[in-house]
C-alpha cells in the first residue's frame, strides 16, 4: 500500500463524532513526521474519495482552514456530529480526539 492509500485508510478510521490530528493521521499511516503529506492528501483526494476531512484538525485541536476557506463548514460539520469545542475554533480533545485505531483494528 502506498502512503496515499495509507493516509486515506487512516481518514477513513476516525469515526463520526471524533477528530483526528494531521500528525496522528501521518502516525497511523506509518509515515513519520507526515503531518504536510497529510494536508496534501486531504487537499488533493478528499473528494475523490470521500474522505470525512472536516474530522482532521491541528494537535491543538485547532480547525487549520480560515472560515472563509473551509473553515466555518468545517465547524458546522463537526457540530452536527456533535463534536464539543472548548473556544470558538478549537476542539476540545479530551472528549473528541486525539483519535487512535485501536490496535486489534491496525494490518
Known amino acids: 500500500m502506498n502512503s496515499t492509500e495509507a493516509i486515506a485508510r487512516a481518514i477513513l478510521a476516525v469515526p463520526e463524532g471524533k477528530v483526528a490530528s494531521y500528525a496522528r493521521i501521518a502516525s497511523e499511516a506509518g509515515i513519520s513526521r507526515g503531518a504536510r503529506q497529510v494536508a ?15 474530522r482532521i484538525v491541528r494537535s491543538s485541536g485547532e ?45
Not at 44 to 51: I, Q
Not at 69 to 92: C, I, M
Open 40 to 54: 496534501r492528501v486531504l487537499h488533493s483526494s478528499s473528494g475523490k474519495r470521500d474522505l470525512p476531512w472536516w
Open 63 to 107: 480547525i487549520a482552514l480560515s472560515p472563509e476557506a473551509g473553515g466555518s463548514l468545517q465547524k458546522e460539520l463537526l457540530l452536527r456530529e456533535g463534536v464539543a469545542f472548548r473556544s470558538n475554533w478549537v476542539v476540545d480533545l479530551k472528549r473528541c480526539g486525539d483519535y487512535q485505531t485501536p490496535a486489534g483494528e491496525r494490518e
